[in-house]
């Protein structure tokens, strides 16, 4: 297992603080006490399908109601609520129409340079309404794709839910990634249209957007695309092309505001979104439209414990899962008021998060760890200046977090009276897996707890036995569940090899495993350790090594790279490569500036070592396998320790270290 985690197995064992909820918050909540919890999760546990399936009639509201709940006969393939006819969209608008809801704020969005922009639910339909007839008006219909490359405007969440709205699955890649990450996307999905912005604001700059999808679809390189939608945002000059681009403004203003939601089967898909995996390129995670809509749904009622006059914040870009589950479509399915902010603190500002919610009245925060730890290190006086009395609940998502950071986060921001939700889940989960639910779990700073009701998740050995208590292990969920992801598009092969292929117990059964280690304390706390696979955790964002690796050695000065994660105190983890040249070039500042920037071009941004080794060889296994293990403790200084006797040449690794 690799080391690269935030949380030390000497920090989490010390671990001994227990923060129980507050009486005033758990006489109020929904599920108020651990009891409550308990009986939940056992009545789950013992029959998935009837929990889920009234949990489904209760919750979403059906064309047409479902005949199964679940259809678990050829798995890893899972089919839930089939029979249904239902549509996210309306479930997350359609259906607060109808009483006072409708006059209330479902979205507020901040902009980067200060504008405001708020819609009420019955705002928020009738732009859904318009963009939906627009798709349609350009021949965007049930089953196409729609890639959506945006900056973070009310656009993006718009356009989301008139996908929805009409069948039509949405792609949605992070505005941060390069045109070639895009073009990749675009293809892999065979994307019929993309909607985009002419630019969007970053930290004070404007980034343009419109030019990288013209690059991306540059000498045909995307055939399947046929059209492309542009939001005005920045001002900036982009190029039209004639027959294919046109403006959301011109194109949507004049639609009719009402449009039918389409009546889509539970198992119909919803979305494609990406995500990074130890092998190869990053794999379009397919999640279906019934499940989805009810695990965020569930998920975040619960965790949150949402009331209707709560302002809820979650600081995730809508290009990642986070901002999908719950900027999105798990806030609005509950018909909660839901922030949206294009912005991020930056030096100019470092006091914008706090600024916002002073002045929104921000009554739920929900963020990552990295962010948390860069507010730390700037000190407590910066926050201090705000009034944040109106922060209730707190919570964190992305990566693991430290105690201490934990600990700041509650005293600092939340002024020791707000309960931390740590939630762990993933891409492929849909939603929340593991979290404290505030009204019911004692907390402990570092943990995230218990798994939530119908989630029968473990920490098993390399056979799938559970491990004993404190000793770490794989962490699997051995049952499915509504939200999980339904395949890998176009390659179910590598769905069932990457997740339910890993580990095989001998009773045949097939149980969930991507890529985390954790333990499990003697109160049956999880502690997420990290990624145990070729996958590094940056900020919260996912990058496989081998993307990064491939990125590499696609420049003409690199023969080989190896890509590990180094702990970072701020990111988590950051990004070592270690790189040797072709014959004749020679390591210099310049190389590597243009190596740098050259992956951000492949990549994105973000995918960008934070250290480059030139070296003129690379610890190998006598088969030739790079010895990852070895890398990864040169970078982060430590001492190699383990079996070193399979190396082919043992110079290599004396020269490394000098
Ligand atoms: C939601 C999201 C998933 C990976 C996952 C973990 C790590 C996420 C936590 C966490 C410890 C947490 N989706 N992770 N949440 N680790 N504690 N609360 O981040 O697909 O982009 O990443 O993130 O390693 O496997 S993701």
Same mark, same amino acid.
């Given at each position: 297992?690799?080391?690269?985690?935030?949380?030390?197995?000497?920090?989490?064992?010390?671990?001994?603080?227990?923060?129980?909820?507050?009486?005033?918050?758990?006489?109020?909540?929904?599920?108020?006490?651990?009891?409550?919890?308990?009986?939940?999760?056992?009545?789950?546990?013992?029959?998935?399908?009837?929990?889920?399936?009234?949990?489904?009639?209760?919750?979403?509201?059906?064309?047409?109601?479902?005949?199964?709940?679940?259809?678990?006969?050829?798995?890893?393939?899972?089919?839930?609520?089939?029979?249904?006819?239902?549509?996210?969209?309306?479930?997350?608008?359609?259906?607060?129409?109808?009483?006072?809801?409708?006059?209330?704020?479902?979205?507020?969005?901040?902009?980067?340079?200060?504008?405001?922009?708020?819609?009420?639910?019955?705002?928020?339909?009738?732009?859904?309404?318009?963009?939906?007839?627009?798709?349609?008006?350009?021949?965007?219909?049930?089953?196409?794709?729609?890639?959506?490359?945006?900056?973070?405007?009310?656009?993006?969440?718009?356009?989301?839910?008139?996908?929805?709205?009409?069948?039509?699955?949405?792609?949605?890649?992070?505005?941060?990634?390069?045109?070639?990450?895009?073009?990749?996307?675009?293809?892999?999905?065979?994307?019929?249209?993309?909607?985009?912005?002419?630019?969007?604001?970053?930290?004070?700059?404007?980034?343009?957007?419109?030019?990288?999808?013209?690059?991306?679809?540059?000498?045909?390189?995307?055939?399947?695309?046929?059209?492309?939608?542009?939001?005005?945002?920045?001002?900036?000059?982009?190029?039209?092309?004639?027959?294919?681009?046109?403006?959301?403004?011109?194109?949507?203003?004049?639609?009719?505001?009402?449009?039918?939601?389409?009546?889509?089967?539970?198992?119909?898909?919803?979305?494609?979104?990406?995500?990074?995996?130890?092998?190869?390129?990053?794999?379009?995670?397919?999640?279906?439209?019934?499940?989805?809509?009810?695990?965020?749904?569930?998920?975040?009622?619960?965790?949150?414990?949402?009331?209707?006059?709560?302002?809820?914040?979650?600081?995730?870009?809508?290009?990642?899962?986070?901002?999908?589950?719950?900027?999105?479509?798990?806030?609005?399915?509950?018909?909660?008021?839901?922030?949206?902010?294009?912005?991020?603190?930056?030096?100019?500002?470092?006091?914008?998060?706090?600024?916002?919610?002073?002045?929104?009245?921000?009554?739920?925060?929900?963020?990552?760890?990295?962010?948390?730890?860069?507010?730390?290190?700037?000190?407590?006086?910066?926050?201090?200046?705000?009034?944040?009395?109106?922060?209730?609940?707190?919570?964190?998502?992305?990566?693991?977090?430290?105690?201490?950071?934990?600990?700041?986060?509650?005293?600092?921001?939340?002024?020791?009276?707000?309960?931390?939700?740590?939630?762990?889940?993933?891409?492929?989960?849909?939603?929340?897996?593991?979290?404290?639910?505030?009204?019911?779990?004692?907390?402990?700073?570092?943990?995230?707890?218990?798994?939530?009701?119908?989630?029968?998740?473990?920490?098993?050995?390399?056979?799938?036995?559970?491990?004993?208590?404190?000793?770490?292990?794989?962490?699997?969920?051995?049952?499915?569940?509504?939200?999980?992801?339904?395949?890998?598009?176009? #390659?179910?092969?590598?769905?069932? $090899? *990457?997740?339910?292929?890993? +580990? &095989?117990?001998?009773? !045949?059964?097939? =149980?969930?495993?991507?890529?985390?280690?954790?333990?499990?304390?003697?109160?049956?706390?999880?502690?997420?350790?990290?990624?145990?696979?070729?996958?590094?955790?940056?900020?919260?964002?996912?990058?496989?090594?081998?993307?990064?690796?491939?990125?590499?050695?696609?420049?003409?000065?690199?023969?080989?790279?190896?890509?590990?994660?180094?702990?970072?105190?701020?990111?988590?983890?950051?990004?070592?490569?270690?790189?040797?040249?072709? #014959?004749?070039?020679?390591?210099? $500042? *310049?190389?590597?500036?243009? +190596? &740098?920037?050259?992956? !951000?071009?492949? =990549?994105?941004?973000?995918?960008?070592?934070?250290?480059?080794?030139?070296?003129?060889?690379?610890?190998?296994?006598?088969?030739?396998?790079?010895?990852?293990?070895?890398?990864?403790?040169?970078?982060?200084?430590?001492?190699?320790?383990?079996?070193?006797?399979?190396?082919?040449?043992?110079?290599?690794?004396?020269?490394?270290?000098?």
């Amino acid at each position: 297992m690799s080391s690269d985690n935030t949380n030390t197995i000497e920090s989490v064992l010390q671990e001994e603080r227990i923060f129980p909820p507050s009486v005033d918050l758990a006489s109020k909540a929904r599920i108020n006490s651990l009891d409550t919890y308990q009986r939940m999760f056992n009545e789950a546990n013992r029959d998935l399908e009837t929990f889920w399936g009234e949990a489904a009639r209760k919750e979403l509201q059906w064309f047409e109601p479902f005949s199964k709940v679940l259809d678990w006969t050829t798995p890893p393939f899972a089919r839930w609520f089939e029979g249904g006819k239902t549509n996210i969209s309306s479930n997350c608008l359609d259906r607060h129409l109808d009483g006072p809801r409708a006059d209330k704020t479902a979205l507020i969005w901040e902009g980067e340079p200060g504008d405001v922009r708020r819609f009420t639910y019955r705002e928020l339909h009738q732009e859904v309404c318009r963009a939906a007839n627009a798709l349609k008006a350009i021949g965007i219909g049930k089953g196409d794709l729609v890639a959506l490359y945006m900056p973070m405007v009310p656009e993006a969440a718009i356009a989301m839910l008139a996908c929805a709205r009409i069948g039509a699955p949405h792609s949605v890649v992070f505005g941060g990634f390069s045109a070639e990450a895009l073009r990749d996307r675009l293809i892999d999905g065979e994307a019929k249209a993309v909607i985009t912005a002419d630019g969007g604001f970053r930290k004070d700059k404007a980034i343009p957007l419109k030019s990288a999808v013209d690059q991306a679809l540059g000498e045909s390189a995307c055939p399947s695309v046929t059209t492309v939608l542009v939001v005005k945002r920045t001002n900036e000059s982009v190029s039209m092309e004639a027959g294919r681009d046109y403006w959301w403004h011109e194109l949507v203003a004049n639609q009719n505001t009402d449009c039918v939601a389409e009546p889509m089967d539970s198992e119909d898909r919803l979305f494609v979104l990406y995500t990074s995996g130890s092998t190869g390129k990053p794999k379009g995670v397919v999640h279906t439209t019934a499940g989805y809509n009810l695990w965020t749904h569930l998920t975040f009622q619960w965790i949150f414990d949402i009331r209707e006059d709560d302002v809820y914040w979650c600081t995730a870009d809508v290009g990642w899962i986070t901002g999908h589950s719950y900027i999105v479509y798990g806030p609005l399915s509950n018909g909660a008021t839901t922030v949206m902010y294009e912005g991020a603190p930056r030096p100019s500002n470092p006091g914008a998060f706090w600024e916002l919610i002073q002045k929104h009245g921000i009554t739920i925060f929900y963020t990552a760890p990295t962010a948390i730890r860069a507010f730390m290190k700037s000190g407590r006086s910066v926050p201090d200046n705000y009034d944040m009395t109106s922060l209730r609940l707190l919570g964190t998502v992305g990566e693991p977090i430290n105690p201490e950071a934990w600990m700041w986060y509650r005293e600092v921001i939340g002024g020791g009276r707000c309960p931390i939700v740590d939630t762990w889940w993933q891409t492929e989960t849909g939603g929340v897996m593991i979290s404290p639910l505030p009204g019911a779990t004692p907390t402990k700073p570092g943990s995230a707890t218990l798994p939530l009701p119908g989630v029968d998740a473990d920490v098993v050995d390399s056979e799938g036995n559970s491990v004993s208590v404190d000793e770490g292990g794989y962490l699997v969920v051995r049952k499915p569940w509504p939200g999980m992801m339904r395949t890998v598009h176009g #390659n179910p092969k590598r769905f069932r $090899e *990457s997740y339910w292929e890993f +580990l &095989r117990p001998s009773d !045949g059964s097939f =149980i969930y495993f991507a890529g985390d280690g954790a333990r499990k304390d003697v109160d049956g706390y999880f502690w997420i350790m990290g990624r145990v696979d070729d996958v590094i955790n940056v900020s919260g964002h996912r990058l496989g090594t081998m993307e990064v690796e491939s990125a590499l050695v696609s420049h003409p000065a690199v023969s080989e790279a190896a890509v590990v994660g180094r702990p970072d105190d701020l990111k988590g983890e950051a990004i070592v490569a270690f790189v040797t040249l072709e #014959n004749k070039r020679v390591a210099s $500042e *310049s190389l590597l500036k243009d +190596l &740098r920037s050259h992956v !951000g071009q492949e =990549i994105g941004p973000i995918a960008r070592p934070d250290e480059i080794r030139f070296s003129e060889a690379l610890p190998k296994t006598r088969s030739g396998k790079i010895m990852r293990r070895i890398l990864r403790a040169l970078a982060s200084g430590e001492e190699v320790s383990g079996d070193t006797s399979t190396l082919e040449d043992r110079s290599v690794l004396d020269r490394l270290r000098a």
